[in-house]
């Protein structure tokens, strides 16, 4: 099962996608993803990363309205009591199957997923056509 959360503010209110966040000033990469987990969903683990995204999301008319680099990170036996919801999103733990029947999912969930999966470390860069924003 994977950790996906859908988004309760705008933009793209109402997308699935994986928890994310910035890194704030002064501090690493791993600081940043332990700090989101806890404050996002409330739970705890060993880190690894798994890869790094360059997504560039796009208007219908060609606009480019995001550019960011993520950085991959997945979490073994995590532990502690999950936030099911919070006042930006809501958390549930979905299997593969689960994830490809949802409507609204972030175009770069797929792609995550096999990066995981293979368990190789692996650089993405994508540029995704976005229907609203």
Do not use: C
């Not at 966040?21 to 990469?29: D, F, S």
């Not at 219908?60 to 936030?83: A, C, H, Q, S």
């Not at 979905?94 to 293979?118: A, C, N």
């Amino acid at each position: 099962k994977y950790l996906v959360q859908k988004r309760l503010k705008h933009p793209y209110y109402g997308y699935h996608g994986f928890i994310t966040g910035k890194v704030k000033w002064g501090e690493t990469v791993f600081e940043a993803a332990k700090r989101e987990l806890q404050e996002e969903a409330g739970l705890e683990g060993k880190l690894k990363l798994a890869g790094v995204e360059h997504k560039m999301d796009y208007s219908e008319g060609g606009k480019l309205l995001e550019d960011k680099y993520f950085y991959i990170i997945t979490v073994k036996n995590p532990e502690g009591i999950m936030v099911e919801k919070f006042e930006a999103g809501e958390n549930i733990w979905l299997s593969e199957k689960e994830i490809k029947k949802l409507e609204e999912v972030f175009g770069d969930v797929l792609p995550v997923l096999k990066i995981v999966d293979s368990k190789k470390f692996t650089f993405l860069e994508k540029k995704y056509t976005v229907r609203r924003y």
